[in-house]
């Protein structure tokens, strides 16, 4: 009886232990010290886009404040405290339909948080990249943000966001 209970306890309290700490904590933050929004998978739709240059597949996905903006046509400048978020899949073809372009291995997820004085040098707009399904941060050092930066630039006048959010009906 005792071992057993012994046994009960060996495999439960590393269980125990472990539950709180499996949260998006355990993901390192980005190079600037941005860290990784919990449950953004959850997040809203606002667009989705497919890159025919590299073959990928995209939804934008934004939190409350930046789905509310979009849903009220209040995008430029988007609020402070939307965060904008990207989830990138390799295209692959369905096995049932070869003609049909479905997401395949997950490539990154990236964000935009604005906050137009906190990321006033950047158009404010902060930006971060996690990269794999071990969500590993993108970039060096935080002069990585440069490289987004300088790629958002052409939309400049848009907010320095490309997206446009979908039409959805009732909305
Ligand atoms: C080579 C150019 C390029 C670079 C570099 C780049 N982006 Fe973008 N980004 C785009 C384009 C084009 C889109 C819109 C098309 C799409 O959905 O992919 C976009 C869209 C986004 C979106 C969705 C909101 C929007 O603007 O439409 C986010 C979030 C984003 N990028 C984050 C980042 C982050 C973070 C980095 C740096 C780690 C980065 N981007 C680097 C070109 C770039």
Known sequence: MKTTLHLVLAVMLPALLWLPTSAATDVSPAPNG???PENYQDWRMIGSSSRLDNN???VILGNDIAVAA???GNTNPWPDGAILGKLVWKDTTHAAWQKAVVPGEFVHAEFMFK???KWSETGGWGFARW???EQQPYGKDAD???E???CHTPVKSNDYVFTHPASLPGR
């Open 131 to 133: 990269t794999g399904l």
């Open 70 to 72: 979009a849903r009220a």
């Open 34 to 36: 941005i860290t990784l």
């Open 144 to 146: 990585f943000v440069n």
């Open 115 to 117: 906050d137009a004085r």
């Open 148 to 150: 987004c930066f300088g």
């Open 56 to 58: 990928t597949l995209r």
